[in-house]
């Protein structure tokens, strides 16, 4: 199950008791104050991996506790600080403040920890508090407790390469020849569901990361379709292949759709609309002969368009020299 967005409530660790106790031994009447302090609790701490893709931990775990420290004891024994809760999250996860609805923390890049809760601090033992004014306090300090926040999580996929098209134009069977990932593929739209994630292998040292992002229609940045829901996984991909089906099904404008899918980039994010896009001119199995494919070419060029690639995600025709040419403009993204 793909989940992409969670609420959750986390708590740091209440500091320990300060103990109150005195020194009793044989000899020794009034041996005075020996109460220790109380221990530390534990911080709430979030940590991006990138063995995960989906926040599907939280779906069924909505608290999320770290350990209380220890009460103070006499002889002058500390308490033991509460144990600290490390939550791992994948990538490219959002941590915002639900209540003041604020971004905390984008865990953007693998490795990258932050400290969201603090733990409360241990009491004072009584010891802490005799002078030679006061010798005999009778007193501790109470723990501190730790600090809690209702926080809403949301995963925005990290992909060098995002596909975007109108449903059923044939992004999914493209992934799936040109990776080792398996979206299901079938004679209908909104065949995927969610973003599907492959790695792309030209050689041991030359590698990228596609995202299959499902298929977008008219008003998508509004809510319509699936659109709005996995829009912001592309927000973060360096290239966008956009992949047109040069004979639609629905006999729909290749030339429509492709004005369709860039105004609805556009209306949901201008930095998005922005970003280099490769033209992918799919299904040419089923124009052999390209003329149409000779004629959306001409239409292209006269809105100034980047030369499309043309190619068969069925065949594998193109595939090859379509991921030579992403490869070269993710690296020259990288540098």
């Avoid at 569901?193 to 492959?198: A, H, R, S």
């Avoid at 239409?299 to 992403?326: D, F, Q």
Wanted: contains cysteine.
């Amino acid at each position: 199950m793909f989940v992409d967005e969670a609420i959750i409530w986390v708590k740091a660790g209440d500091g320990g008791h300060g103990c109150v106790s005195f020194r009793r031994e044989r000899c020794i009447p009034k041996g005075g104050p020996d109460g220790g302090d109380g221990g530390n609790g534990g911080d709430v701490y979030f940590e991006a991996v990138d063995h995960l893709d989906t926040l599907i931990d939280f779906a069924g775990r909505h608290h999320w506790r770290a350990g209380n420290g220890k009460p103070g004891e006499g002889s002058n024994r500390h308490g033991a600080d509460g144990q600290d809760l490390t939550i791992r999250v994948p990538a490219g996860t959002l941590i915002y403040d639900k209540d003041l609805d604020m971004l905390l923390k984008d865990l953007s890049e693998p490795g990258m920890k932050v400290r969201i809760c603090q733990g409360g601090r241990g009491g004072k033992g009584n010891k802490a508090f005799a002078t030679p004014k006061y010798q005999t306090p009778r007193f501790a300090q109470q723990g501190k407790p730790g600090q809690e926040r209702s926080l809403r999580l949301e995963l925005k996929l990290i992909a060098d390469v995002g596909l975007v098209g109108m449903p059923n134009a044939g992004k999914s069977t493209l992934i799936s020849r040109c990776s080792a990932a398996r979206p299901k593929i079938a004679n209908y739209p909104f065949t995927t569901l969610n973003p599907v994630l492959g790695i792309v292998e030209l050689t041991e040292d030359r590698r990228f990361v596609m995202a299959d992002i499902p298929g977008l229609i008219e008003g998508a940045h509004q809510g319509a379709g699936l659109g709005h829901e996995f829009l912001r996984h592309i927000e973060r991909t360096r290239i966008l292949v956009h992949v047109l089906d040069v004979l639609p099904t629905d006999g729909s404008d290749p030339l429509n759709n492709y004005d369709t899918i860039n105004r609805e980039l556009s209306l949901y994010s201008q930095a998005l609309a922005d970003k280099p896009q490769v033209v992918a001119l799919n299904k040419m199995d089923l124009d052999p002969d390209g003329v149409v494919a000779s004629s959306l070419i001409s239409r292209l060029k006269e809105r100034n368009s980047a030369l499309p690639y043309c190619i068969s995600a069925v065949t594998g025709k193109g595939l090859r020299e379509l991921n030579e040419i992403l490869w070269k403009q993710v690296r020259g993204t990288m540098e």
